[in-house]
């Protein structure tokens, strides 16, 4: 792919990989998008736009205890991530944990 030419010419071009991680989230491809994530977070890791999309992955995946860590740590970097988090779809199977209200709330 395009994304994969640029970042095979320039490894750490990290707007590509924050745009690549968007993309393979929106097809479904939570793992590998979560590889971009990490990949951006040795860079950067206090990114809260990159720690809400990394909790996403985990949320999809079911993996409720990874993504309220990452959230939670999103959160502390910016309080639009609590509004981020109400609205979207990524944390629907969330929304009775007891955890996961207190960080929203």
């Known amino acids: 792919?395009?994304?994969?030419?640029?970042?095979?010419?320039n490894s750490n071009y990290n707007i590509v990989l924050y745009h690549k991680e968007?993309?393979?989230?929106?097809?479904?491809?939570?793992d590998e998008s979560i590889?971009?994530?990490?990949?951006?977070?040795?860079?950067y890791p206090d990114?809260?736009?990159i720690l809400f999309d990394k909790a996403s992955n985990f949320a999809m995946l079911?993996?409720?205890?990874?993504?309220?860590?990452?959230?939670e740590h999103a959160i502390s970097q910016g309080i639009q991530y609590k509004i981020k988090a109400k609205k979207s779809k990524s944390f629907e199977n969330?929304?009775?944990n007891v955890?996961?209200?207190n960080l929203i709330s």
């Open 35 to 43: 590889y971009c994530c990490n990949r951006i977070l040795e860079d």
């Open 1 to 9: 792919s395009i994304c994969d030419d640029i970042l095979k010419n």
């Open 94 to 96: 969330l929304s009775g």
């Open 22 to 30: 968007r993309i393979l989230f929106s097809m479904n491809k939570f």
């Open 62 to 71: 079911s993996n409720f205890d990874d993504a309220l860590d990452l959230l």
């Open 47 to 49: 990114n809260g736009d």
């Open 99 to 101: 955890r996961f209200q």
